[in-house]
């Protein structure tokens, strides 16, 4: 299905969005090379799938590169992300900010100074970065997550200027809500199942990949360069006000 690439890299492959992706990627005829944490569901998608598993955090660019010496890779899915537990931002864990930043926006960033030459020496290549709707617009208690995935919108479109000239594509897929265990650190026990997903028509982890793919499937003069997904059933935007009591 793939005319121009061969080898696909996927970040945060262990669950949701991440893991749909690598068995979509590998359904469509990509050698497909799984990036996580959790050893157990890496071998879990190696058996299921035949894929290559990279057992690495995501923060260590040095390791997942060397894992990755002698592969040419054509598609980086930079999809590895966290959400800090649901807090304001004056209540929220200093340590958060930074792990929000780490994973969501820097991990990111240096995976692709990793592997990117590669790309633009061969001409070929695509780089996805799942980017979200709290990165576009603020939400209550996202204080650190939103600006790390606005900063990653930014930076695709800086990488898209770079680029210019040299074939490699940047798509950023903007999910809204999709149902995953995304918030499972936001929340507590299994109340985020209850609160953002019993009774609510959700995205599920496959039309995003499916997505992804299809992005991926176009001719290499066609780049999505970001697209938005949000359920049908969600909006965003509107105003807020309180009244003051002292
Ligand atoms: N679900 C949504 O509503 C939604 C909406 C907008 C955007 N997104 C974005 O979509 C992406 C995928 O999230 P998801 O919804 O599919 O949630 P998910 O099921 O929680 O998947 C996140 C993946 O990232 C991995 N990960 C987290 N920190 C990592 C680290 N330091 N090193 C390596 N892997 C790490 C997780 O692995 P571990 O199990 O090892 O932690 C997991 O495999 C994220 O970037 C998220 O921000 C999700």
Request: net charge neutral.
């Amino acid at each position: 299905m793939f005319d121009t690439y061969r080898n696909a890299v996927v970040t945060g492959a262990t669950s949701g969005i991440g893991r749909a992706t690598v068995l979509e990627l590998n359904r469509r005829g990509l050698s497909v090379y799984a990036v996580g944490r959790n050893q157990e569901q890496l071998d879990e998608l190696s058996a299921a799938s035949g894929v290559v598993t990279i057992k690495a955090d995501v923060r260590d660019t040095d390791k997942i590169a060397s894992a990755l010496e002698g592969v040419e890779v054509d598609i980086l899915v930079n999809n590895a992300g966290i959400l800090s537990t649901r807090a304001t931002f004056h209540e929220m864990d200093p340590a958060e900010i930074d792990a929000m930043i780490d994973v969501n926006l820097k991990a990111p960033m240096h995976l692709t100074r990793a592997l990117l030459p590669g790309m633009v020496k061969r001409k070929r290549g695509h780089l996805i970065y799942i980017g979200s709707s709290g990165g576009r617009a603020p939400y209550p208690s996202m204080g650190a997550y939103g600006p790390s995935k606005a900063g990653l919108s930014l930076f695709c479109d800086n990488l898209r200027c770079d680029l210019l000239g040299t074939s490699v594509r940047v798509t950023e897929v903007v999910p809204g809500r999709v149902q995953t265990d995304l918030y499972r650190t936001a929340m507590a026990g299994n109340s985020a199942r209850a609160l953002l997903y019993d009774g609510y028509r959700s995205i599920q982890p496959e039309n995003v990949s499916s997505i992804i793919a299809n992005a991926i499937e176009l001719p290499v003069f066609v780049d999505v360069a970001r697209i938005e997904v949000l359920p049908t059933d969600q909006a965003t935007g509107g105003g807020t006000m309180i009244k003051f009591q002292d």
